[in-house]
């Protein structure tokens, strides 16, 4: 489920009257919280600080075409790949052109293949 300021934007919709709440296939779609003005009034549109702080929704905001709630970012200059949380480590990545075994740092990567793969496109025929 996608919240929006605490109100829920987008998640599993459909039988209300379902037996149990584990009934399949889960459809996703459009919650309450998407309809209407309240996209607009749920959602932030992130401006340099000098747009935010100016105060005025003339020409500026006129060409975003956006009731959105403005807020300045602030921080960003030394931000990088490495300053994502798990996403400090560089290691060297080799795929063997002739067999596909994709390495990291001389060890494998393997993946089992699935045997069995639930809703998958055979289900949507």
């Known amino acids: 489920m996608v919240l929006k300021s605490g109100f829920p934007a987008y998640g599993v919709t459909g039988d209300p009257n379902a037996a149990t709440d584990c009934c399949e ?10 309809h209407g003005a309240a996209p607009a009034d749920l959602s932030v549109a992130f401006v340099s600080r000098a ?17 959105r709630r403005r807020v300045a970012v602030r921080g960003t200059r030394g931000i990088g790949p490495g300053s994502m949380i798990g996403n400090a480590r560089l290691g060297e990545v080799d795929v063997d052109p002739r067999s596909g075994l994709v390495s990291l740092d001389g060890q494998p990567l393997r993946s089992e293949p699935a045997d069995r793969v639930s809703l998958n496109r055979l289900y949507f025929l």
């Open 51 to 67: 747009a935010a702080e100016s105060g005025s929704f003339g020409a500026p905001y006129d060409a975003l075409g956006t009731r």
């Open 25 to 34: 296939p889960l459809v996703l779609g459009p919650l309450f919280g998407a």
